[in-house]
């Protein structure tokens, strides 16, 4: 046999053990508070009868109370004439007619009285045939018992009494003798009697009542003897049960099969994704119902004398089904229990999550603004009362099948009301929403759920508003490259320009030498012709940017056009301090462009890295096919510091040289992005630490 099912046996004899266990022990505990841990009398209901029986037998015999002693005591008073005068029309009579006629009326109610008690002497003389008993009154001696025939048998009433099943002694040492002074309790109230017992001698008798050792007091104290036994069995065993269930516990015998230690199954998951109080009210529900199960026995005694043994059998059976169950759900939630209060997640964090929290959440929404949350309230009161109103008329339609159809009405009237005021608090959420985004306040998305006309109409919203939010961003940002490109254009074109107007001024000395002179003419047309190629670049970028352009295209070898503009730039002579490093495909590599300006384009590149490099370094060049597309990869070591917004080196008059002591002119990125974008092709920039990448991508011919 595999662990895998001696992890199942396991799991089924502790879910056994621990069922069987706690059934023993609860309704063990059950009897033994209700039956099994009282003494005989108690525990059968003999005592009740003897209390009965004692009240019984002092009216009908130890101090009876005869009908002429208590039509002695038959009174009509002057407020019973004057009551009767005011409530019947007999003002011919007089009032000694009237007290007459009046206790003639009495008398033969108290007739009636006595003739019903004659109802209640029946249990009387059955109780008097149950029981034994032997009284003598304080004073005159004057025996009462029902002991003739033990008298006869035994000799003695000593020795009868010491043949009782249980004896209640008087006097006693709580109670003293029996006294009678009053009217039973037991007994109708008369007024006529009450008074005759008042009036009368109190009487006290010394004696006993005794449950006789009959057949069927002896039958019902074996009853209760096994009974006793059968309770004190279940707790044993219960108990056993749940001691061996700890011991293989303890010693790790049955732990984690159940419940595995590691890892996280899928109903923990679903326990742990309940809100907080949803967990604390199945746990009690369910503690509940395995408490007021478990009350009974699986086999109650009651039903060991059971005729029929299938259906013994089948009830046992489902019922210990039913148990297990039971047990095993609340089993398995305080392990759940358990382990969470061991996560990490404090106790308020998971009220936070709690669906008391999230209904308190919806209400609030729901009267965020007040006067939607109170106009929906309305509207759903008027129609819950309309409905409400026509409810009896309802219910006589249906007739007796009524109240199978008014169950649910509560259920459904707050499934309205729920989902009418999550409704409202998602309406509050986009009117404060709009009206914070109004007023230029930073506003997040509205949350998206379910698939409701509000939660589209949320949806659309936060689309809008992230829309919104991008424009403002990208004008802003605009602006903010506006500032600089003025800032920029202004110090690439003075910087030049004042360069010439000074050595123009020197040059108006005419002491000047012609050597100092033709200096003097050299670095104004250097200067000149840097001033006319960036307004070129300028001009170009722009012409670039708007779309304007006409492109020559031919088939033409890119590998080709990489090798002149290297040759152009002087790479290929180790010049510029920076060793190249360019990897050619050895066949042609052809694209359908405009050869002049993708030329500018490598151009670009090439010089953006003799500039921008640092000393000594190596760069990268690669033409490779890929999915039908020429890729052109160039890669190098940048000298400056370039950041994480690559976007940034895009736009026109960016430099990496921030301080712009260079010679560019911080077009040559963005004039190299259009004139790839205008070919239709890719141009992607990546800058990883100092490493400056660039990949161009162009459709093959």
Known sequence: MGTRWRNRLAAIAAVLFLTIGVNGVLAGLVDFGRYSGKPFIEATGIDRELGLFVQYLSFFELAPITFEEARKQIEVGRE???WYKRTNDHAEKSDEE?????AEEKEDNLRRYFEELNNLRADYNRYRERYAFHFVETGTGRVYTNL???????GSEEKAQAEMLFVLRYPDRVDGRLSVYELPYVLPYREELVKAAAVRPVKQFGGWIGVPKSDAFMAQYEDYRRHRGYTFGMLGTGVVLLALLLVAVRFRQIRGVVLPEGGESAVQKIWRNTPVDVRVVLLLLTAIAAFNLHGEAILPYDRLDENDLAILIGATVWKLVVLIVVTAALAIQLRFAQRSLKEPESLGVAWQKSLAMRLYGIARDAFLNLRVGV??????LAMFGLGFATLPAFALFVQEQSILWVLPIPAVTAAILFYALRQAGYLNRLLAAARDHAVGRTVNDVPVKGRSVMAELADHWNKMRRSAEASRASEARSERFKTELITNVSHDLRTPLTSVISYVDLLKNPDLSEEERASYIAIIDQKSKRLKALIDDLFEATKMASGSVELNRERIDL??????????????DGATGIEFRVKLPKYPVIAFVDGQKMWRVFDNLISNIIRYSLEGTRAYIALERADGKAEIAFKNVAKYELGDNVDELLERFKRGDASRHTEGSGLGLAIAKSI???????????VDGDLFKVKVLLPEA
Not at 564 to 572: H, M, N, R, V, Y
């Open 98 to 102: 009237i007290r007459q006629m009046l």
């Open 148 to 154: 003739e025939a033990e008298l006869e048998t035994y």
């Open 676 to 686: 790839v974008d205008l070919h239709g092709g890719t141009f992607e920039l990546e």
């Open 559 to 572: 590998a080709q056009l990489i090798e002149q503009a290297l040759a152009e730039s002087g790479a290929k």
């Open 80 to 82: 019973y004439i004057e």
């Open 375 to 380: 106009q929906v309230t309305l509207v759903f």
